[in-house]
């Protein structure tokens, strides 16, 4: 019986090898498509690194039960073999993601050989260069971890769905909806990308692919509707990286944090569904008010599929996330599983049906298998960094460390604890892939949070937020960025422009740390009450936000509509007077939008 670190050790040398192959030593920027990889022939040094890694990892898969009996002796064999994965790492590492998050890792590294000499609560336990290296490559803690198991066990089969749904002609359905649903009304283009980039994130849940695959067709459409370059990548930007918070796929770290949390991914599901639904909500609203203020046009019409000829033929394509739902929900199978039940049907339907005349060939489906392959090539290096940023944590003590300070500099205060979590969240997060950064988190943050009282799938969620908006959040955003390089649009002026359309996910975690109820977390009342407090908050200062309700908002109108709002976002979970002043809020606001609605009708007239 082969353990899972073997299965790991084989899968992630494939990986590595493939990273060899496609990325070259020199990275190559493809602005049109927001990707650097595989530019011309492969050099000789890199088949010989390619062969290096599967040699290596093919040592460790075969010696790996002798090898984890002595990840703590530094011998000729352990230290050597560390040496040589750890560079392979790095190097890949850079080749797929750049600079930063080697640097972070050097940095820590660098730590944990001095942390000894540092005094005061930030000080660690002394390791030496070899310990640490085994440590790193060895230990069931490091590389051939939790991180990179769930990465090779969990997440291949849901990317791998993910390219069989392309290749049936699924995904092409999702789009041509989300087109024929929106594209008559005003922004129809920015609400088409949002919707299709919400139905995409569900089996993506990766915001630079999210944003590529649906912003080559939503951002033209939005910019010949009238839509600035910045806005309509900042749309899409905000767009696609909801998408690792959408239920019932999510992203990656999902399922890293369900293993965290020691609760079944179901239970991270459910618990994201309100947040990811108030999330997009305020990106719908926006949009819908962004098009009537600057009078955004509508989809052309000859674009424009109808409804009931897209649902004639592709409605069957709805039957694979009906089969997902069914396996993960009510017959509490293992994810892995339910994707793959998932795909089964997707290949039927595929091979069966098909969608607008394109149907599955059995090269198609090997097409899927290589598209899966050399597309995890960066998930697996951002896994394979990320244990070892767990197993640096760990090692040295500094996990426990941090949070202690964390816990000292909020000084006991919750709000301005979460203050202190959100930014170092959004500041460790910047330029990092989604994974990496939570799972720093994870291990320096939630604990802190968990120590003050906040529950620990609420602490988890409120960094994963955090974490997720350091894509969108300049100076570093690659998000944004990647949307920028595909609409020609200036890079910094998109990230501040995300930043305002995505201003909803700043606030929306502080409310469920206080307000259970967003988690699913309470009674029907109390869910449903939060519910409609929350979204009628959020249209409010939408409203404020953009400066539109049924005309140009002047400042003080502007001023109620914000505050309205934010009396509505109170949690009244938290004490009862705020039930009072959900009510105030509410009374405001009806008396704001009456009165809008009225002066509205008297400017329509004259």
Not at 150 to 167: A, D, K, S
Not at 213 to 223: E, Y
Request: proline fraction near 4%; aromatic fraction near 10%.
């Amino acid at each position: 019986m082969l353990f899972a670190e073997q299965f790991v050790a084989a899968c992630y040398g494939i990986g590595l090898a493939l990273t060899y192959l496609q990325f070259r030593f020199k990275r190559v920027a493809l602005a049109e498509a927001g990707q650097t990889g595989n530019v011309g022939e492969v050099p000789g040094y890199d088949w010989a690194l390619a062969a290096l890694s599967l040699v290596v990892c093919a040592y460790v898969f075969a010696r790996f039960p002798t090898l984890t009996a002595m990840s703590g002796i530094v011998n000729f064999e352990t230290l050597s073999l560390s040496i040589i994965l750890t560079l392979l790492t790095i190097e890949a590492v850079r080749r797929t993601i750049g600079w930063s998050l080697v640097i972070i890792l050097l940095v820590l590294g660098l730590y944990v050989m001095v942390g000894d000499l540092i005094p005061g609560r930030l000080t660690t336990r002394k390791v030496e260069m070899g310990e640490l290296l085994v440590y790193l490559n060895m230990d069931n803690n490091g590389l051939l971890g939790v991180i990179l198991q769930i990465t090779v066990v969990i997440i291949i089969p849901f990317v791998l769905m993910g390219r069989l749904l392309m290749r049936s002609g699924g995904s092409n359905f999702f789009n041509d909806i989300a087109i024929a649903l929106m594209g008559r009304f005003r922004g129809g283009p920015a609400k088409m990308a949002v919707i299709g980039s919400s139905l995409f994130g569900m089996i993506s849940g990766i915001a630079a692919a999210n944003t590529v695959a649906v912003g080559v067709v939503t951002i033209p459409l939005m910019k010949r509707s009238g839509m600035s370059a910045k806005l309509a990548a900042a749309v899409e930007a905000c767009a696609s990286n909801g998408g690792q918070l959408m239920p019932p796929v999510m992203g990656a770290v999902a399922f890293v944090m369900a293993d965290f949390l020691q609760i079944p991914y179901k239970e991270v599901a459910i618990a994201a569904i309100l947040p990811s639904v108030m999330y997009y909500a305020a990106l719908f609203i926006q949009a819908d008010l962004e098009a009537a203020r600057y009078g955004f046009g509508k989809v052309e019409a000859d674009k424009i599929p109808r409804v009931g000829k897209v649902l004639a033929g592709g409605w069957l394509f709805l039957a694979p996330f009906v089969v997902l739902i069914y396996t993960m929900f009510w017959l509490n199978l293992e994810p892995e599983y339910c994707a793959m039940a998932a795909s089964a049907a997707i290949i039927v339907l595929g091979f069966a049906v098909g969608y607008a005349g394109q149907r599955m060939r059995l090269g198609d489906l090997w097409g899927a298998v290589v598209d899966t392959a050399t597309g995890l090539c960066e998930i697996l290096e951002i896994s394979a960094a990320a244990g070892f940023i767990m197993a640096l944590f760990q090692v040295s003590g500094l996990a426990f460390a941090f949070a202690a300070y964390l816990v000292d500099l909020g000084g006991q205060s919750l709000i301005l604890l979460l203050i202190l979590a959100a930014v170092v969240s959004i500041i460790l997060g910047m330029g990092l892939p989604t994974i990496g950064v939570y799972v720093m988190l994870a291990i320096l943050v939630a604990p802190a949070l968990v120590k003050v009282g906040v529950s620990p799938l609420a602490a988890h969620l409120f960094i994963l937020y955090f974490g997720m908006m350091s894509l969108i959040t300049p100076p570093v955003a690659p998000a944004a960025y990647v949307a920028a390089a595909i609409a020609g649009a200036p890079s910094m002026a998109t990230g501040w422009t995300a930043m305002r359309f995505g201003w909803s996910s700043y606030i929306v975690p502080f409310l469920f740390v206080y307000s259970p109820a967003i988690l699913m977390k309470g009674s029907i009342v109390d869910i449903v009450l939060v519910t409609l407090t929350s979204l009628g908050g959020i249209w409010l200062i939408c409203a404020a936000m953009t400066g539109y309700f049924t005309r140009v908002l002047p400042v003080a109108v502007r001023l109620g509509f914000i505050a309205a709002g934010v009396m509505l976002l109170l949690p009244h979970e938290v004490s009862r007077a705020f039930l009072w002043v959900n009510l105030a809020g509410l009374a405001l606001g009806a008396g704001l939008i009456v009165s809008e609605l009225k002066t509205g009708k008297t400017y329509a007239r004259a």
